[in-house]
Nanobody, 123 residues
Framework: QVHLVESGGGLVQAGGSLRLSCAAS????????MGWFRQAPGKEREFVAA????????EYADSVKGRFTISRDNAKNTGYLQMNSLKPEDTAVYYC????????????????WGQGTQVTVSS
């Protein structure tokens, strides 16, 4: 069982930056792939970024490629999502998720989720 807690969300102007953190309770966090997803009001949850358990491989949604960076520090049981050049359309609740094995871009393939953190980008 992995318990995940996101932090770092907030209100930022367009063009600004935020760094989200995902703290895991499980000491074997390094055994899990991690993903970040987001959900805007009235929309389905969508893939943002994912990273393998080792951090050696990452994948991004086209909408955030070149602006967001996913990373992890397994010694600290924490994952991160650095978000730069934020746009109003990035406004959403952001969730981190974990799963055993390789990462997935499909949210239904993740068994462990945080409670989410709100990111609001003003124009």
């Amino acid at each position: 069982q992995v318990h995940l807690v996101e932090s770092g969300g907030g209100l930022v102007q367009a063009g600004g930056s935020l760094r989200l953190s995902c703290a895991a309770s499980e000491r074997t966090f390094g055994d899990y792939a991690m993903g970040w997803f987001r959900q805007a009001p009235g929309k389905e949850r969508e893939f943002v970024a994912a990273i393998t358990w080792s951090g050696g491989m990452t994948e991004y949604a086209d909408s955030v490629k070149g602006r967001f960076t996913i990373s992890r520090d397994n010694a600290k049981n924490t994952g991160y999502l650095q978000m730069n050049s934020l746009k109003p359309e990035d406004t959403a609740v952001y969730y981190c998720a974990a799963r055993e094995g390789h990462y997935s871009v499909y949210h239904k393939n993740y068994g462990y989720w945080g409670q989410g953190t709100q990111v609001t980008v003003s124009s």
